[in-house]
């Protein structure tokens, strides 16, 4: 299975500290707008620290999947909330 990670800048997706303050970054701006922004900043932090000794390439990269998944989901609801229009999840066959 492809990484998803190909989905974001390669300077992001190949650095877990990047991606690691992205998603900070995404999740305080989500808690700001849903006012919880400690909670939500909290389970980021803990989702990280939870897996930060992991050594196994194949979990690790798992993880990074993960975390550029819900990246780009929150970019995907963002641009749709902006534009008004839906982003097909996938795409339907022809």
């Known amino acids: 299975m492809p990484s998803l990670q190909t989905a974001l800048p390669p300077e992001l997706a190949n650095n877990v500290l990047r991606l690691y303050r992205e998603c900070l970054r995404r999740a305080k701006y989500i808690g700001h707008r849903q006012h919880n922004t400690e909670l ?3 389970m ?6 939870k897996n ?3 050594t196994d390439p194949e ?3 798992k993880f990074k999947d993960d975390a550029a998944r819900g990246l780009i989901n929150h970019i995907l609801y963002e641009s749709e909330q902006l534009s008004g229009r ?4 996938s795409p339907k066959a022809a």
């Open 40 to 42: 939500v900043v909290d």
């Open 44 to 49: 980021v932090r803990q989702q990280f620290k």
């Open 52 to 54: 930060m000794h992991e």
């Open 59 to 61: 979990k690790i990269q």
């Open 86 to 89: 839906k982003f097909n999840k």
